[in-house]
């Protein structure tokens, strides 16, 4: 008696679940979410329940209901337990962010980024193999490079705006040593991206360090020169710059080669 129940339960969810697939399939959104939820209910042991949430959350996604979309999805990666499959875990995480950023709520995109990479690190720290999840985890680690990218884009090389020689060498020397720490940091931050393996991230990252390196030489060559300098001396100093510049221009170029070849 016990198994027919058991029977008559699996042909119950297998119809309630292909009336859901039918139905959305059939563009009746609306109606594949009932069955969904039901289905759910329903079966909460089913081993297809795992999909069914994240299916409800797409839905929600494909109906441009962000909110409903985000919740979703949150509830998704905050009530997953150790038999949670961890690339579920993960793309539920950066859906969850892409769709706070679609209302808007960047620092909430932020803060999900910044945890879900420390997990992550973590995880390869542990010798995990991480698999699929480093697709999903590189756009997330390109997503925080952003902020550091445009503020490294817009430093400049400067004097102190002064006559006084001691102060525009110092000047000139303290936003040279930024720019140069700057370019280390974000050379660091994509070359960490590059690191995970992922191949549309790893690409967009290689264009990222071309860009940053084209910018330091623009940035060297196109630097005020010290105020104090004769004319034999800014030649002197110009041919100085362009020798530092052109190995960012070499490298810039490795950047796009390998990007080309990725």
Sequence with gaps: KDGDIVEFDQRAA????SAAVFRRASNDWEGGMK??????????????????LLTIAEIHKEQKDWTA??????????????????????????????AAEQLGN???????????????????AAGVDMGTINEFVAEMMYKLAEPQFAAHMKL??????????????KAFSETLTAKGKSLTEVQNTYTAILNTGAGEWGLAALLKLGEAYENMSATLLSSPQPFYLSDEQKGMYMMALEDSAYPQ??????????????
């Design 156 to 169: 400049r090389l400067e004097g102190c705006g002064c006559t006084n020689q001691k102060k525009e060498d």
């Design 69 to 98: 979309a985000q919740n979703a999805y949150k509830a998704f990666y905050t009530g997953a337990d150790a038999d949670t499959p961890a690339d579920f875990v993960y793309f539920a995480r950066l859906q969850s962010a892409r």
């Design 249 to 262: 221009i070499e490298k810039a170029v490795q950047a796009y080669n390998a990007a080309l070849n990725k």
């Design 106 to 124: 960047n620092a909430d995109a932020m803060e999900i980024y910044e945890e879900t990479v420390e997990m992550y690190e973590a995880s390869v």
């Design 35 to 52: 069955n969904y939820e039901s289905f759910v209910g329903s079966f909460p042991a089913d081993s297809r329940v795992d999909d069914v």
């Design 14 to 17: 297998d119809a309630i679940y």
